[in-house]
Nanobody, 125 residues
Framework: QVQLVESGGGLVQAGGSLKLSCAAS????????MGWFRQAPGQERELVAA????????YYGESVKGRFTITKDNAKNTGHLQMNSLKPEDTAVYYC??????????????????WGQGTQVTVAS
C-alpha cells in the first residue's frame, strides 16, 4: 500500500511561485506514473501534469503549459510540482496521485491507484 503525502501549498500573490512536494512510502515510485490533479470549488477534478514511471513521457494541461513543471525523483521516492507565474484561476486543492502503469495519461481516474490528502493552493489577485 503506497501512501502519498503532499506539502507546500499556501497563499501566494498572483505572479508568484509555489513548489508542491509529494512524499511516497510503502512502495517505489519507479513503478508508477505520477500525476498532479487539482479541484476547484464546484469544478471537476482535472489532471494538471503527469510524468511516466521511467520519466520518459510528460503531460501538461493547456492552462499550465510553460508555467508548471513536474519532476519525479525515484531515488528519493518523491515528486514535485513547481508552479510559476501563478494566476487566481490556479486556486484549487492539489492532489498527487500514483498509477501502477508505465504511462497512465488518458486512463480514467479509476486507474490512479493512490492519492494524497490534498493541499490547498490559493492565489490572490
Amino acid at each position: 500500500q503506497v501512501q502519498l503525502v503532499e506539502s507546500g501549498g499556501g497563499l501566494v500573490q498572483a505572479g508568484g511561485s509555489l513548489k508542491l512536494s509529494c512524499a511516497a512510502s510503502g512502495g517505489s515510485l519507479r513503478s508508477y506514473t505520477m500525476g498532479w490533479f487539482r479541484q476547484a470549488p464546484g469544478q471537476e477534478r482535472e489532471l494538471v501534469a503527469a510524468v511516466s514511471s521511467n520519466e520518459g513521457s510528460y503531460y501538461y494541461g493547456e492552462s499550465v503549459k510553460g508555467r508548471f513543471t513536474i519532476t519525479k525523483d525515484n531515488a528519493k521516492n518523491t515528486g514535485h510540482l513547481q508552479m510559476n507565474s501563478l494566476k487566481p484561476e490556479d486556486t484549487a486543492v492539489y492532489y498527487c496521485a500514483a498509477a501502477f502503469h508505465v504511462w497512465a495519461y488518458g486512463l480514467p481516474s479509476s486507474a490512479w491507484n493512490y492519492w494524497g490528502q490534498g493541499t490547498q493552493v490559493t492565489v490572490a489577485s
